[in-house]
C-alpha cells in the first residue's frame, strides 16, 4: 500500500514541479551576455519590450514564431527566458519553446526586467 500512495504522490506531484528551468542570476547572465555566449528571450510582450528589455533579448510576442530561425544552431547553447519578475511565470512560454526546438540549456531568469533594471544592468530600448 505504501508503494501505491508513492507512486500516487508522484503522479500528482510531477506536473506541479516538473518541466521547472534552472534559475540564472543577473550578474550571471550579464556575463554570458558579455561573452556572447547566450541567446536571451523575453515574453513580456511588444510594448513591454519597446520601453527596455536585456540587451540582445528576442521580441518572443513578435518573433516567437520565427524563434527557429533565430536561436543559434548549436542546441548547447544557453537559453535564457524572462519575465516582469520573481512571480511571473510567463517566462515558460519562451523557455518550452526553446525546449521543443531542441535547446539543453534552457534557464530562467526570475528577477525578470523588474530585477534586471534594479540591479543597475544595462537596458535596451527598440
Keep these: 500500500m505504501k508503494l501505491f500512495s508513492y507512486l500516487a504522490l508522484l ?3 510531477f506536473p506541479l514541479f516538473g518541466g521547472e528551468y534552472p534559475d540564472i542570476s543577473v550578474k550571471e547572465l550579464q556575463a554570458a551576455i558579455k561573452d556572447g555566449k547566450v541567446a536571451v528571450i523575453d515574453v513580456n510582450g511588444a510594448k513591454s ?3 527596455g528589455h536585456i540587451p540582445t ?3 518572443f510576442s513578435s518573433k516567437g514564431k520565427k ?3 533565430l536561436l543559434p544552431k548549436d542546441k548547447n547553447t544557453l ?3 524572462y ?3 520573481p512571480g511571473c511565470r510567463a517566462y515558460k512560454r519562451g523557455a518550452d519553446a ?3 526546438l531542441g535547446y539543453k540549456n534552457v534557464k530562467h531568469l526570475s528577477a525578470g526586467i523588474s530585477g534586471w533594471k534594479r ?3 544595462e537596458v535596451a530600448k527598440k
Design 11 to 13: 503522479a500528482f506531484a
Design 49 to 51: 519590450f519597446g520601453k
Design 57 to 59: 533579448a528576442i521580441d
Design 67 to 69: 524563434l527557429s530561425t
Design 79 to 81: 537559453v535564457v527566458s
Design 83 to 85: 519575465c516582469g519578475g
Design 98 to 100: 526553446a525546449a521543443k
Design 119 to 121: 540591479s543597475g544592468a
